[in-house]
């Protein structure tokens, strides 16, 4: 990572993990070991654990963040959250097109777009997900997939709002698999991702765009991955939810 241009952010993804109880007691051990990270840490928590995790990281150097919100500003849309409830109770990120809900809840990238478009117009960081499936890797398609998914994703993104983005590469094929992308290959899809960020904005807007690394990233192979120049920090999975773990990849990004 290069930190003199942009922003190391470990962010946990909890997917649907720990109740609000439960939430507390995991961020409550997780602050005290990462109050002097030199990079951006992040929770993000299901809904019902956002308020119990805002008020158990106050006055922490821990943010919280969504795992996902809709376009609308509010209407017929059972069992969605908008922004606005968000950025209410005192959220910073939100995750927006992981893998898991582009497979299990039908998300494309039109539909990335629109809640990404959202989310940046109330206040809120959008943490967007991109990704090549095996058989599309195994197809050498793995660049068709990500530049494709870069352009919809954020299409009509202003280079301003770009600011407030942040970019994860996630390889489909290493989601909760225990299979990792190697240092190498992370650093080759993220470097590809940042090359077409400058042919959308320019170089130095692409410069300045963290891209997180989100496949499987743990303890053991956090060193590794960030020490690649275009690994700007991780989307953890099941590590985040293990104190230790999370924080031994705070602290390989710190390093």
């Not at 439960?22 to 990462?34: D, H, K």
């Not at 809900?101 to 991109?130: H, M, S, W």
Request: charged letters at 25%; glycine letters at 8%.
């Amino acid at each position: 990572m290069d930190k003199a241009k942009r922003k190391a952010i470990i962010a946990g993804n909890w997917k649907m993990n720990k109740t609000p109880k439960e939430a507390t007691a995991l961020l409550n051990a997780i602050t005290p070991l990462v109050a002097d990270a030199d990079c951006e840490v992040i929770a993000c928590v299901p809904y019902v654990d956002l308020a119990a995790a805002i008020e158990a990281t106050a006055g922490t150097n821990v943010k919280i963040g969504a795992e996902n919100c809709h376009w609308a500003e509010s209407g017929a849309f059972t069992g969605e959250i908008s922004t606005g409830m968000l950025k209410e109770v005192g959220v910073e990120y939100v995750v927006l097109g992981h893998s898991e809900r582009r497979q299990y809840f039908g998300e494309t990238d039109e539909t990335v777009n629109k809640r990404t478009k959202a989310a940046l117009a109330a206040g809120l960081k959008p943490i967007v997900c991109v990704g090549e499936l095996l058989w599309e890797r195994e197809c050498n398609i793995t660049e068709e997939v990500i530049a494709r998914q870069i352009k919809l994703d954020l299409w009509d993104v202003t280079e301003e709002e770009l600011k407030n983005v942040v970019i994860a590469y996630e390889p489909v094929w290493a989601i909760g698999t225990g299979k990792t992308a190697t240092a190498d290959q992370a650093e080759e899809v993220c470097a590809f991702i940042r090359a077409q960020l400058a042919k959308l904005y320019n170089q130095d807007a692409a410069d300045a765009v963290t891209i997180q690394y989100g496949g499987s990233m743990n303890d053991g192979n956090a060193d590794e991955l960030l020490s690649k120049v275009n690994v700007d920090g991780g989307l953890i999975g099941g590590a985040s939810l293990v104190a230790e773990k999370f924080a031994a990849i705070v602290k390989a990004a710190s390093n």
